[in-house]
């Protein structure tokens, strides 16, 4: 009967060494170091400032998700989705690199996230700056601006918004032999912070992120289609749920609020897919 007796609390001593074991520190800090569910975002580099703010904010709400970004140029990310690149989200300064992505059926429920302007900033150290918002389009026509940064037209939605504008304002082929393309319009507004450039052509947001520039004037938006960023999520994803869960926090007044302050708009104007 002893013998019995020992054998229940040999067990019952085992039992609770495996429930204490179960409830250690090094138990605890093993569950909460479960593998997280990378996203990757694909998003315009004109978007940095604010996703980046915004990643702190949506990783502290969503413990189980790891936001990874990859900013360029909206072309340059269109390109590497087309080729296969492992993304689950993209979001595009323009409609035109949106638009081809959605007709290959690589990308789906796309909607338009934001809006955007065009300024000049010339840097914050010259003569250029001391009329801020004085200066005109065809003020770059003259001697005091010998070098224009724009982003490439081809490539980089800026640049495109930026040569349609000149060319509606009748200065394209006049500042064609001055301008300086920029892979992407980061590169476009460190040209003119570092001096490379005496004047460039950039985001409103882009300008407003720099301390060594200021604005010259707002580009009139008659000039160029509404610069629209549209989002939308790859179809290749294994991540759907998730990656519609963070489109839907980037329309919150959390993340909007974050966007404004930045110096982006809610869309107030669509076009066609």
């Known amino acids: 009967m002893k013998k019995k007796f020992g054998y229940i609390f040999t067990f019952v001593g085992l039992l609770a060494w495996v429930l204490a074991g179960c409830s250690s520190p090094a138990a605890v800090q093993s569950a909460q170091s479960a593998p997280k569910t990378e996203l990757v975002v694909s998003a315009a580099a004109s978007l940095q400032d604010s996703l980046n ?102 490539t980089v939605p800026a640049g495109q918004y930026s040569k349609e504008a000149l060319t509606k304002a009748g200065l394209w082929d006049k500042l064609e032999p001055k301008m300086v393309f920029a892979k992407d319009v980061r590169q476009v507004l460190n040209y003119v912070e570092t001096g490379n450039a005496d004047a460039g052509l950039v985001y409103l947001t882009d300008a407003k992120s720099s301390d060594k520039t200021v604005i010259a004037m707002e580009v009139p938006e008659r000039l160029h289609a509404p610069i629209l960023y549209p989002e939308g999520i790859v179809k290749a994803t294994k991540h759907s749920q998730e990656a519609g869960e963070f489109l839907d926090f980037l329309r919150t007044d959390e993340a909007m609020s974050v966007f404004s302050k930045d110096g982006f708009s809610a869309p107030t104007e669509m076009t066609g897919k």
């Not at 004085?134 to 982003?151: E, H, N, P, R, Y």
């Open 53 to 154: 703010t915004l990643k702190g904010q949506y990783e502290k709400q969503h413990p189980d998700i790891k936001l990874t970004f990859n900013y360029a140029s909206s072309g340059t990310l269109q390109k590497q989705i087309e080729q296969g690149a492992p993304v689950d989200v993209f979001i595009s300064a323009g409609m035109k690199q949106m638009k081809a992505l959605t007709d290959a059926s690589l990308v789906e429920k796309d909607n338009v996230l934001l809006q955007n302007k065009l300024v000049v900033v010339v840097p914050q150290d010259t003569t250029k700056s001391t009329n801020n918002k004085s200066i005109t389009l065809s003020d770059l026509t003259g001697s005091s601006f010998l070098k224009l940064a724009v982003g490439e037209p081809a």
